[in-house]
């Protein structure tokens, strides 16, 4: 009968053996899938030969950069409405009405860049809240208006407020120059899109 070999080399305990190969990979601020894949990819691979191999350095890469801003600050500000019993596309729908005139949905979804499904969702939500009227145009009752409400006023300013407490919390390592140039920045790129991409851009 075969007697199988007994394997006499010892092995590294497995703490030791994880903490020997995570020394030689590249940390890069990746999402859990992405880092996940990556690792599978280019494990083990020696320090700074992951960014050749995947052509990017994320550590200067704008559009890397501002997704992960945009992704955090997400988070921010649906946490700062959750008390408010918002959520960011109820918010702006009613933030881009504030002014008070009656506008047609064509209008709100030009200014707050949400889909059409997203916004009848966003919209039916906050007119059962009590925050928004819709009503028939008088010389097309196909089209529908919408207009917020006094209570609506009142929340939005209640959750805008804890929306921008927030956010300059999480900003404050800039100055106020650096913030300006931000916005510039920021805005400039945002004029030199079509208005399709430009309202895509907003879909977040």
Partial sequence: M?????????????????AARSSTAVRQPLTPRAESRVAKQYHGAPRGKLSSLLGIDLQ???????TSLTRY?????????????????????????????????TEVTEFTGLNQSSLSRAIVRIEKKGLVTRSRRSNDARLMNIE??????VLCERASS???????????????????TFVRI???LLAGLPPPKRAAGLSY
């Avoid at 075969?2 to 994880?18: G, I, L, S, Y």
């Avoid at 200067?60 to 501002?66: E, G, Q, R, V």
């Avoid at 917020?148 to 006023?153: C, D, L, S, V």
Wanted: glycine share 6%.
């Fill in 2 to 18: 075969a007697v199988r070999r007994q394997n006499t080399r010892e092995r590294a305990p497995r703490k030791t053996r994880v």
């Fill in 60 to 66: 200067h890469f704008i559009p890397w950069l501002a």
């Fill in 73 to 105: 600050l997400h988070g921010v500000m649906t946490e700062a409405l959750a008390p408010h019993g918002l959520s960011i596309a109820e918010w702006r729908v009613i933030l881009g009405i504030l002014d008070g005139r009656s506008y047609s949905l």
């Fill in 148 to 153: 917020i409400t006094p209570a609506g006023r």
């Fill in 162 to 180: 804890a929306v921008r407490t927030a956010c300059d919390e999480e900003l404050r390592v800039l100055t106020r120059s650096e913030r300006e």
């Fill in 186 to 188: 920021a805005r400039k």
